[in-house]
C-alpha cells in the first residue's frame, strides 16, 4: 500500500516537474545582438535593433517582414529595413524603450530575446540627459537581458551606427562582437567596466560613476589633427585609416551621475585603466621604442589625510622589446604622472568620479546619512590630485 | 563486541548529533531568508551586523532546548510548537519560490511555482524526520563549503564595496533589524523535540544521557555563522543604494549569484545549492512540525497523516499567500521571536516525564 502510494506520487511528480511547459522554440524567437536607442520627436524614443534573420537568405525571409513593417507603421511607427544576409534591423518608436520593444515584439511573428544582446548604442544627445539610467534599466530588466551587452555612446544617429555595424573577416555578428571588445579590452582603448549592469550599478551608486566606450563613425575625410604625436590619443570617427568596418570604438563616455558629461581619448582611456588597476596592455611605445609592461604591485590610489589629495601611486616594470630608447626612467616616469594628472584633471572638470575614489571617502562615513551629507560629487570636483609613477626599466 | 546498553548509547548519541547538524544548518538557512527578506530593507548593506544578534540568541536557544528536551508539557504548548514550526516551513517555502522566480524559473505562474515546490519539500520530508536530519549531516560539511567557495567565484564585485558606510543608515535601524532577525533563531525549537527513530529503542534509549549542552550550542553556533557569512557576502558585494534598488525578496536572495544566474555555471550550481539548502529547511521544519503534531494527537502516525495535515497547512498558506501577497509574511515574521521566547518556557515548566 505505501509502495503503491509512492509510486503514483513519484508518477504525479513527473507530470508536475517536466519542464516543457511553457518552453519556447528557437525559430520563435528573434535574438537581438545589437540595439540602438535614438531620442525622437515631441519626447519619444526610437529604439532599432538588429537581430538573427533566422535564415541564410535574407531576402526570403525580407519579404514576409516587409509586410508586418508596413502594418507595424500604420499602427505605431515600426519600422522595418534590410542589413545584411542572415541580419535584420527592425526599429519601433515609443515614449519609452519598454514600450517600443513591446511594439516591436507586438509587430513581429517572434518574441524579442535579449539574452544574446552583445552592445547597446546610446546617442550622444540622450546619454546627456537624466533619461539613460532608466533607459538601461529598462533593458536590463527584460526577460533574460544579457547584462554583459557593453554600453556604447555615440555621437552619431545611433540606428545607422548599428545599421553599419556588420561582422567583418568571417564571423558571425555576436562573435564578431565579443572579439571587437575583448580585443579593444585588452588594448586599453575602451573601459574596464562599461558592461550594462556594471553602469547600471555604477550610476546608481554614489561611490563611483559610470563609464561606457565611445564609438563613432569612421569619417577618413574629415581627421582631426591633434597636437600630441600619440595615434590613440584621438577621438572615434577620427582615425585616419580605411577598413570595410566602418565603425570606431576608441575612447571613454564619462557620466556623472546618470548623465553623460565628457569624453576620454583613446590614449587618456589607457591612463584611466592604468589608474583604475585594470591596465591590460602588454606593449606601450615610449618615443620610438616598444616595451613590454608589467605592473608587479597593484595601483595604489588613496585620499590624502592632510589636504584630502586624491593620490595615485604606480609601479611599473618596462622591458624593451624593439626600437631605439630614448627617454631614461626617470623621463618615462615623469612623462606618465604628468598625463595621469591631466586625465585626473579632465574627470574632475567632468565631474565623473570614474576611477572610484569615493569609494575611499565612503570609508570615513559610519552612517549613510552621515556620508550623504558630506555631498562627495561637490567635494571632488575641488580637491587637488597627485600621481607618483616608479617606473624600472629592465 | 559492544554489549546493547552501548550501541544504544552511540545510537543516541548519534542521532541527537543529526538532529543537531539539522538544526545548525536550519538556523543558518533561516539567517540568509531573514537576512535578506527582513533585515536587508531595514539595515541595507549593514543587515550582517544585525544579523550577528542571532549568534547569542541561537546559543541561549540551543542551550535552553537541551535543558527542556525529555520533558512533556501541555498540548498547548504543542500546539505552539507546531505553529512556530509551520511558519518557519511557510518562511522558507516563500524564499524558495521569490528565489525560483527570479532565477530558474522566471516565467513560471505563481499558482505552478507553489505547488512544485509543496511537492518537492513534501517529498523530501516523506523520509521522517530522521531521514532529513541525517541528509543535514551528510551535508553539514560540504554545502557550506561549496556554497563558500562558489560565492567567491560567483559574486558580481570582487571588492567589498557594500561594507561602507558600516553602519549602514544608523544604529537606530540596525537595532530594529536585529531586533527582528532574532526570530531566524526559531528552527532551534525542533531540539525540543526528540528525534524520532529514538522511540523504536525503547526504555534503554530513554536512560541514556543526552549529549552535553556545549554540544548542542556548538552545532547550532556553526550554522548560523555559516548563514551569517553568506549574508555579509550579500552585503559587501553589493552598494546600499542598490540593495534599496532590490524591492523584490527574490532579487535579494539572488544577489550572492550575480546578475547572470542563466549563464555561468558556478552561479548555477551557486543557486541550486541555495535552494537545496531552503528545501532542507522548510522539509525539516515540516518534519518536526508534524512530531509536534504527533505529540498532541497519536494516532495521526498512521499513513503519516500527520505530514499530510501539515502538508495541506503549508499549501493553502502559501496560497493565501500568493492570493494577498507575500508582504504579509515579511511583516509578520519578526512575531516568531515571541512563540521562540515563550515555548521553550513552556517547556521547562513540567516535570520530567517517567521514562
Known amino acids: 500500500m505505501k509502495r503503491g502510494m509512492l509510486c503514483a506520487l513519484l508518477m504525479a511528480i513527473c507530470l508536475l516537474l517536466t519542464g516543457c511547459g511553457g518552453g519556447q522554440e528557437i525559430e520563435s524567437c528573434l535574438f537581438v545582438l545589437a540595439m540602438a536607442v535614438d531620442p525622437a520627436p515631441d519626447g519619444n524614443l526610437t529604439v532599432t535593433v538588429k537581430a538573427l534573420s533566422g535564415t541564410q537568405d535574407a531576402a526570403g525571409g525580407s519579404s514576409s517582414l516587409e509586410g508586418e513593417n508596413e502594418q507595424g507603421a500604420e499602427g505605431g511607427g515600426s519600422d522595418l529595413e534590410k542589413a545584411e544576409p542572415g541580419y535584420i534591423v527592425l526599429s519601433a518608436t515609443a515614449p519609452s524603450c519598454l514600450r517600443a520593444l513591446s511594439l516591436l515584439s507586438a509587430t513581429t511573428p517572434r518574441t524579442v530575446n535579449l539574452s544574446q544582446l552583445r552592445e547597446i548604442v546610446i546617442s550622444r544627445t540622450l546619454a546627456q540627459t537624466d533619461a539613460t539610467l532608466s533607459i538601461l534599466k529598462e533593458i536590463h530588466a527584460m526577460y533574460r537581458a544579457n547584462g554583459e551587452a557593453i554600453v556604447v555612446v555615440t555621437p552619431d544617429d545611433a540606428g545607422d551606427f548599428i545599421r553599419r555595424q556588420r561582422a567583418i573577416l568571417g564571423v558571425r555578428l555576436s562573435k564578431y562582437l565579443e572579439v571587437l571588445f575583448e580585443h579593444f579590452s585588452e588594448l586599453d582603448t575602451i573601459p574596464p567596466d562599461a558592461q550594462l549592469s556594471a553602469v547600471i550599478a555604477a550610476m546608481e551608486s554614489g561611490t563611483i560613476d559610470a563609464s561606457a566606450v565611445y564609438a563613432a563613425g569612421n569619417r577618413f575625410d574629415s581627421t582631426l589633427s591633434l597636437e600630441t604625436g600619440a595615434e590613440l590619443d584621438r577621438l572615434p570617427g577620427h582615425l585616419p585609416r580605411t577598413s570595410p568596418a566602418e565603425n570606431e570604438y576608441l575612447g571613454t563616455a564619462l557620466f556623472s551621475g546618470p548623465r553623460m558629461t565628457g569624453v576620454l581619448t583613446g590614449e587618456e582611456t589607457g591612463l584611466l585603466c592604468l589608474m583604475m588597476s585594470k591596465a591590460e596592455r602588454r606593449t606601450t611605445f615610449i618615443g620610438n621604442a616598444q616595451y613590454k609592461t608589467n605592473l608587479p604591485t597593484r595601483v595604489h590610489r588613496r585620499i590624502d589625510a592632510e589636504d584630502g589629495a586624491l593620490c595615485v601611486s604606480i609601479h611599473m616594470n618596462l622591458t624593451r622589446i624593439a626600437g631605439e630608447e630614448s627617454a631614461s626612467a626617470v623621463e618615462i616616469a615623469a612623462q606618465i604622472e604628468r598625463a595621469c594628472v591631466d586625465v585626473l584633471l579632465r574627470l574632475r572638470a567632468a565631474g565623473s568620479d570614474a576611477i572610484g575614489f569615493g569609494r575611499l571617502a565612503v570609508r570615513k562615513s559610519l552612517t549613510i546619512g552621515e556620508w550623504e551629507k558630506r555631498n562627495w560629487p561637490l567635494e571632488y570636483e575641488k580637491l587637488p590630485v597627485r600621481v607618483s609613477a616608479h617606473v624600472k626599466v629592465l | ?355
Not at chain 2, 89 to 118: K, M, Y
Not at chain 2, 189 to 218: H, N, T, V, W, Y
Open chain 2, 1 to 355: 563486541l559492544p554489549n546493547n546498553r552501548t550501541v544504544t548509547e552511540r545510537r543516541v548519541q548519534e542521532s541527537w548529533r543529526s538532529r543537531a547538524c539539522a538544526a545548525g544548518l536550519c538556523v543558518g538557512a533561516q539567517v540568509f531568508l531573514f537576512g535578506t527578506g527582513i533585515a536587508m530593507p531595514i539595515a541595507l548593506n549593514s543587515a550582517w551586523l544585525a544579523a550577528l544578534a542571532v549568534l547569542p540568541a541561537a546559543a541561549c536557544l540551543a542551550a535552553a532546548c537541551r535543558k527542556s528536551a525529555g520533558k512533556a508539557p501541555s498540548r498547548a504548548a504543542y500546539a505552539l510548537l507546531f505553529l512556530t514550526l509551520m511558519l518557519n516551513a511557510v518562511f522558507a517555502v516563500s524564499a524558495l519560490i521569490g528565489f525560483a522566480e527570479q532565477t530558474l524559473l522566471e516565467q513560471t505562474p505563481a499558482l505552478w511555482s507553489v505547488t512544485v515546490t509543496v511537492c518537492a519539500v513534501a517529498l523530501c520530508a516523506l523520509s521522517g524526520g530522521e531521514g532529513v536530519s541525517r541528509l543535514c549531516f551528510a551535508l553539514r560539511w560540504l554545502l557550506p563549503v561549496l556554497i563558500v567557495l562558489l560565492v567567491f567565484f560567483s559574486m558580481p564585485m570582487k571588492i567589498p564595496d557594500g561594507l561602507f558606510p558600516l553602519m549602514g543608515p544608523g544604529a537606530a535601524q540596525l537595532g530594529m533589524a536585529a531586533l527582528c532577525m532574532l526570530g531566524a533563531s526559531s528552527p532551534v525549537l525542533m531540539l525540543l523535540l526528540p528525534p524520532p527513530d529514538l522511540a523504536f529503542a525503547g526504555e534503554d534509549a530513554a536512560a541514556c544521557q543526552l549529549p552535553s549542552k556545549a554540544f548542542f550550542i556548538r552545532r547550532v553556533l556553526l550554522g548560523t555563522g555559516a548563514g551569517i557569512l553568506l549574508l555579509f557576502a550579500a552585503c559587501v558585494c553589493t552598494t546600499y543604494e542598490s540593495i534599496g534598488e532590490s524591492a523584490a525578496w527574490g532579487m535579494r536572495l539572488r544577489i550572492v549569484a550575480s546578475d547572470q544566474p542563466h549563464e555561468g555555471i558556478p552561479q548555477t550550481i551557486l543557486i541550486i545549492l541555495q535552494m537545496t539548502a531552503m528545501v532542507l529547511l522548510a522539509s525539516s521544519m515540516l518534519c518536526a512540525a508534524e512530531e509536534a503534531l504527533l505529540q498532541i494527537k497519536g494516532n495521526l502516525k498512521r499513513m503519516r497523516l500527520g505530514l499530510l495535515l501539515s502538508g495541506i497547512f503549508l499549501f493553502l498558506t502559501l496560497i493565501l499567500l500568493t492570493a494577498f501577497g507575500f508582504e504579509i509574511l515579511l511583516a509578520a515574521a519578526p512575531v516568531l521571536i515571541v512563540p521562540t521566547a515563550v515555548v521553550p518556557a513552556l517547556f521547562g515548566k513540567r516535570k520530567d516525564v517517567p521514562r
